[in-house]
């Protein structure tokens, strides 16, 4: 903030803040700044001679520095500058226009090696380097970048307002001087006009340099992302690569599974068509069962070999197929009757067979189990495709039994 006024009446009035830097104690363990910027506040009413009034100077000066301090109470006393016209109207402002610009040459120093020291750590990463990338940077990184470009976007800022500050007192400087020295060649004026234009041009160069400093954070940020992508995308090109031998072996996997699938069908395939055979052979020795019973039942020799040598067949044989063929087919039905209704409660009770107690959930369980048995049983005999490996073993013992 910067404001000056000139009054019709011959005075002036001056009033602005000007920012100096200070080193602040702090740690920097945790990254913060051992800088902190702090500013003073001026203000200053001259007043020259007229209708007999004596010229005079009021400056109040708000938060200055302990060394703006001890100059300004000695340009004040007039002892080292009595006799100038510049003592103390503008010798104040020059003192404090010094003490704010002592220190930033230190600070961007300490900014550039700030940058430096991350932008030495990114330029010799090796990209190839796969082991061991993560040392030389950090995600952290990019956000102590991203700090140190506000702080210089503020230097910038607090430079450019000194810039114009300056000129602004130089120009008020001038106008004190044509107003109150006669000599207009070799007055005192001249060097301290001459001082504030040094002083603005020392500002221009730290302006310069923060701009060119904070090119080279930008460049460096840039740097920083540029490398956090591309080790994104090489995660990514692994997580891709990972994922494509994963799906091959998901693949592999579900090959193994069709051909485990397909050797599984192939065994069912043998065990139905060994159930089968065993079927039929169970059925083959139904069917002779009643004969062999019948034979042994008379003990008669229907076949007879005579004096002769010759073959001799009994007239009564017809008796073996008479009571052999009903008691067959009474065997078959009976086998079925018992296959359809094992599990009713009549049939147990008829058969005086007894299970062993079970608990209510296991209870539960058998009942599920026999009512599926039974509704499957049902419908593949009804279909005449039941599998001899599905027939109760109780049902051949209760049949067997019968027939004996």
């Given amino acids: 903030m910067q404001r000056i006024l000139y009054r019709l009446t011959g005075g002036i009035e001056i009033a602005?803040?000007?920012?100096?830097?200070?080193?602040?104690?702090?740690?920097?363990?945790?990254?913060?700044?051992?800088?902190?910027?702090?500013?003073?506040?001026?203000?200053?009413?001259?007043?020259?001679?007229?209708?007999?009034?004596?010229?005079?100077?009021?400056?109040?000066?708000?938060?200055?520095?302990?060394?703006?301090?001890?100059?300004v109470s000695l340009c004040l006393s007039g002892s080292e500058f009595e006799g100038e016209v510049m003592t103390p109207h503008f010798s104040v402002h020059e003192r404090l226009i010094s003490d704010s610009l002592g220190s930033w040459m230190d600070y961007m120093?300490?900014?550039?090696?700030?940058?430096?020291?991350?932008?030495?750590?990114?330029?010799?990463?090796?990209?190839?380097?796969?082991?061991?990338?993560?040392t030389y940077?950090?995600?952290?990184?990019?956000?102590?970048?991203?700090?140190?470009?506000?702080?210089?976007?503020?230097?910038?800022?607090?430079?450019?307002?000194?810039?114009?500050?300056?000129?602004?007192?130089?120009?008020?400087?001038?106008?004190?001087?044509?107003?109150?020295?006669?000599?207009?060649?070799?007055?005192?004026?001249?060097?301290?006009?001459?001082?504030?234009?040094?002083?603005?041009?020392?500002?221009r160069v730290y302006l310069e340099r923060a701009k060119v400093l904070q090119e080279r954070v930008q460049s460096t940020e840039q740097l920083l992302t540029d490398l956090l992508s591309f080790e994104e995308t090489r995660a990514l090109k692994q997580l891709a690569?990972?994922?494509?031998?994963?799906?091959k072996a998901l693949k592999e996997l579900a090959q193994t599974s069709q051909e485990e699938s397909h050797h599984l069908a192939e065994l069912a395939k043998r065990s139905a068509e060994d159930a089968a055979a065993v079927k039929m052979l169970s059925l083959v020795g139904l069917v002779y069962l009643p004969t062999t019973i019948v034979a042994n039942f008379f003990?008669?020799?229907?076949?007879?070999?005579?004096?002769?040598?010759?073959?001799?067949?009994?007239?009564?044989?017809?008796?073996?197929?008479?009571?052999?063929?009903?008691?067959?087919?009474?065997?078959?039905?009976?086998?079925?009757?018992?296959?359809?209704?094992?599990?009713?409660?009549?049939?147990?009770?008829?058969?005086?067979?007894?299970?062993?107690?079970?608990?209510?959930?296991?209870?539960?369980?058998?009942d599920l189990e026999r009512g599926r048995l039974r509704g499957r049983t049902e419908s593949e005999v009804n279909q005449g495709t039941m599998p001899f490996s599905l027939m109760r073993l109780s049902t051949y013992a209760t049949t067997t039994t019968k027939a004996d």
């Fill in 109 to 134: 120093a300490w900014l550039e090696s700030e940058c430096k020291q991350k932008a030495d750590r990114l330029i010799v990463w090796d990209v190839e380097d796969r082991d061991k990338h993560m």
């Fill in 299 to 366: 003990s008669t020799e229907f076949v007879k070999i005579n004096e002769q040598g010759g073959i001799y067949i009994s007239p009564w044989v017809w008796i073996l197929a008479v009571i052999s063929v009903p008691l067959t087919v009474a065997t078959i039905f009976l086998w079925i009757l018992s296959v359809r209704y094992s599990d009713s409660s009549w049939f147990l009770k008829v058969t005086r067979i007894r299970h062993p107690p079970l608990s209510h959930r296991e209870g539960e369980e058998a």
């Fill in 241 to 247: 690569r990972a994922s494509h031998v994963e799906t």
């Fill in 137 to 203: 940077f950090k995600v952290e990184d990019r956000q102590r970048l991203k700090q140190l470009r506000d702080y210089i976007t503020d230097l910038i800022v607090v430079l450019q307002t000194a810039v114009n500050t300056i000129g602004r007192i130089g120009k008020s400087c001038q106008r004190h001087c044509k107003m109150s020295c006669a000599a207009r060649d070799d007055c005192f004026c001249n060097s301290m006009i001459g001082e504030f234009v040094e002083y603005e041009t020392e500002a």
């Fill in 16 to 71: 602005y803040v000007i920012r100096r830097v200070e080193r602040n104690q702090r740690s920097t363990s945790k990254g913060e700044c051992p800088w902190s910027i702090r500013q003073t506040g001026v203000y200053q009413k001259l007043t020259y001679p007229h209708d007999g009034s004596p010229s005079s100077s009021v400056f109040i000066l708000i938060a200055p520095s302990h060394t703006v301090e001890n100059e």
